[in-house]
């Protein structure tokens, strides 16, 4: 309760400070803070805002949380990396042939995680306490609406809009699943949708299963995807005062509500030892949610049909739709990233995320959900599908060389992501 005490004041105290920093004069990085000249900033706040809002993102970039960066052109965002100059293959033992330098940390974490997984797996007594292996689902249930409707839908693609009680469920629920800062995971996602399958693709899929399901978190960044990462707008992220309070206090967030929490639950509830409530909560849920997040990026970009492209890798897959909460209709959602189903129809037992939101929807909690017109979609299926649409089947494309290009949501700009 300290913590979540702690955490209240403290968010109010960012907001307070970003109210007064209405009067300084243009910023975005730590060496550029304050403007010198503006009267209207006493030195106290230039130090609380030197220290509190300022983080590193992961890759290196020093940002600002203020209302002033979100004017800055985010290209023009300074950098402390020099992966630029990174050489383009490394090896390793001689054989093994890398795009670029292994992170070990990383690489020996998600390794030593998945061994214990393993066992785990394999000695957990699915029946032994079945409230345990029902809180698993439940918590599970919690993270992936966190990742699918809060970190994908909502802040990445804007697909609609909400209010301030959802947008604290939605962060919270993130935290449970226990991934990197929304900051980060918005970014690289935004990057993913806008140069998919190329170097600038934090995990192409042109590099194989394995790089783009989890060994793109083994290995230091393409130069591509930073270059163009610092040149994705980030300013709605960075001026939501729930993504501000995440960003302080990530650490604690994540350990309390992917750790700590679900576990504590099934020990003074129903009696769970210790052993089988960090078991089944912090190793097994924890890796079968974070793989479920991962089969996105990999088997949906791979193995399926493309009723609404050909042309592109996304494909629409049955069974990542299933354990991803209705992320598996990767064709559509990559020719539509704006509408809020992410699929084209809504049905909740291959979307169970389009279910919650519409459901926050009845009580005003989300509004301006967005779709395409049943039109467009057809035409698209018509012009650009592989032919095994249900209803609109067997379009011939004549421009199938073009470009690809999402299509921009009616009466808005093409977002590009
Ligand atoms: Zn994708
Ligand atoms: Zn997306």
Not at 17 to 44: F, G
Not at 50 to 65: A, C, E, G, H, P
Not at 327 to 341: A, I, L
Not at 387 to 396: A, D, E, F, I, R
Request: hydrophobic share 40%.
């Amino acid at each position: 309760m300290g913590v979540a005490n702690d955490s209240d004041s403290d968010f109010e105290e960012i907001t307070n400070i970003n109210d007064k920093m209405n009067h300084v004069q243009a910023v975005t990085v730590v060496e550029t803070t304050l403007d010198e000249n503006s009267k209207c900033v006493n030195n106290q706040i230039k130090s609380n805002i030197t220290k509190r809002n300022v983080f590193k993102d992961s890759n290196n970039n020093v940002q600002q949380i203020t209302k002033e960066s979100l004017n800055v052109d985010s290209s023009k965002q300074t950098s402390t990396n020099d992966e630029d100059d990174q050489p383009m293959e490394y090896t390793l033992l001689g054989f093994i042939k890398f795009k670029s330098p292994i992170k070990w940390l990383n690489t020996v974490s998600i390794i030593l995680i998945h061994l214990i997984f393993i066992f785990g797996f394999f000695t957990y007594p699915l029946y032994g306490k079945i409230l345990t292996t029902l809180w698993g689902f439940v918590v599970g249930g919690i993270c992936g609406f966190g990742v699918t409707g809060g970190a994908h839908r909502f802040w990445c693609h804007r697909s609609y809009k909400a209010k301030l009680p959802l947008r604290i469920i939605l962060m919270l629920c993130y935290c449970t699943a226990g991934q990197n800062t929304l900051y980060d995971w918005v970014r690289d996602h935004r990057v993913h949708h806008k140069y998919s399958e190329t170097d600038a693709d934090p995990h192409n899929s042109n590099r194989g299963f394995f790089f783009a399901h989890v060994g793109w978190l083994m290995l230091q960044k393409h130069p591509e995807v930073i270059k163009k990462g610092r040149a994705i707008d980030m300013s709605d992220v960075l001026a939501d005062p729930v993504i501000q309070f995440h960003q302080k206090y990530f650490i604690p967030l994540k350990i309390l509500c992917c750790f700590i929490l679900p576990t504590i639950v099934p020990v003074y509830f129903w009696g769970e030892s210790w052993y089988m409530a960090f078991m089944s909560q912090a190793v097994l849920r924890y890796l079968f949610s974070l793989n479920f997040t991962w089969l996105v990026n990999s088997a949906a970009h791979m193995w399926g049909y493309k009723p609404y492209d050909r042309r592109i890798n996304p494909v629409e897959n049955v069974a990542v739709a299933v354990v991803a909460m209705g992320e598996g209709w990767h064709n559509y959602h990559h020719v539509f990233p704006w509408d809020y189903k992410a699929a084209e129809l809504g049905d909740y037992k291959l979307n169970i995320t389009t279910f919650w939101i519409d459901l926050f929807a009845k009580i005003g909690w989300a509004y301006d959900l967005k779709q395409p017109s049943e039109d467009l979609v057809r035409k698209t299926v018509q012009k650009y599908g592989d032919g095994c649409h249900s209803v609109w089947g067997h379009g011939q494309s004549e421009n199938i060389h073009a470009p690809v290009e999402a299509i921009p949501a009616p009466g808005e700009e093409n977002l590009g992501y």
